[in-house]
């Protein structure tokens, strides 16, 4: 059965470094999703990327964070310059058609930011 | 705004016993609403959704939830509950293009022999 992917599956940085999550959504998926979730908080929707552009960001995500879809496979983010309250499970999500379609998540990534 | 609550972090059953996790939204509009599940080191997983159409809605592993609108709750329920079903649920509702899922803060459920 297709699934979502995440690597690293646990990422370690220090304050003030560049990281890039990765994520390979399932194939023939045409919308993209980074979700975060701080240890013991809700999981909060970041971003949505759909022909290869940002349809919705929420507050968060802000200059400090890009998507990027580099090829036909992934799709990442990138957090340019990571602070203490970065540190977060991170979840890519893909759908078909968007909408109301199911959003099928990936195992998601552990930052942890020291 | 819309937003999604969960009450009880945390629930334990006894396994064979009825599992009720409850979520309670908050929407201007007729509110889309799911359930999702994550087991331990897994991403989320889907469960079960109301959109529209028939308010008791069955999902997988023998979830159901029933859309009360006029008590604005979408309440997860399973007659047995089971081992494998330990796990932490999230109930969440879909707003703006249809695109963005807001989630409750997840309750996490223990079922002990």
């Known amino acids: 059965e297709p699934e979502v992917t995440q690597t690293p599956s646990h990422q370690v940085t220090q304050m003030g470094q560049e990281v890039i999550l990765r994520c390979v959504p399932i194939s023939n998926h045409l919308y993209f999703y980074w979700y975060r979730q701080i240890l013991g908080q809700k999981v909060e929707f970041l971003v949505s990327f759909y022909n290869n552009e940002i349809s919705e960001k929420s507050e968060i995500f802000d200059d400090q964070f890009s998507v990027e879809r580099p090829d036909g496979s992934n799709f990442t983010l990138k957090i340019r310059s990571t602070k203490l309250e970065d540190s977060a499970m991170y979840f890519c999500?893909?759908?078909?058609?968007?909408?109301?379609?199911?959003?099928?998540f990936g195992p998601g990534t552990r930052l942890t930011v020291l | 705004a819309q937003s999604v609550t969960q009450l009880g972090s945390h629930v334990s059953v006894s396994e064979g016993a009825l599992v009720l996790l409850r979520c309670n939204y908050s929407s201007s509009v007729p509110p889309y609403l799911f359930w999702y599940v994550q087991y331990p080191n897994q991403g989320l997983q889907l469960l079960l959704k109301?959109?529209?159409?028939?308010?008791l809605v069955k999902g997988i592993n023998g979830f159901e939830a029933e859309f009360k609108k006029s008590e604005t709750s979408f309440h997860l329920t399973k007659p047995s509950a089971h081992m494998s079903d330990a796990a932490e649920y999230f109930c969440a509702v879909i707003v703006g293009g249809y695109n963005k899922l807001i989630f409750g803060a997840g309750t996490r459920l223990a079922v002990h022999p």
């Open positions: 999500a893909s759908n078909l058609a968007g909408g109301l379609n199911e959003q099928f």
């Open positions: 109301y959109t529209t159409g028939a308010t």
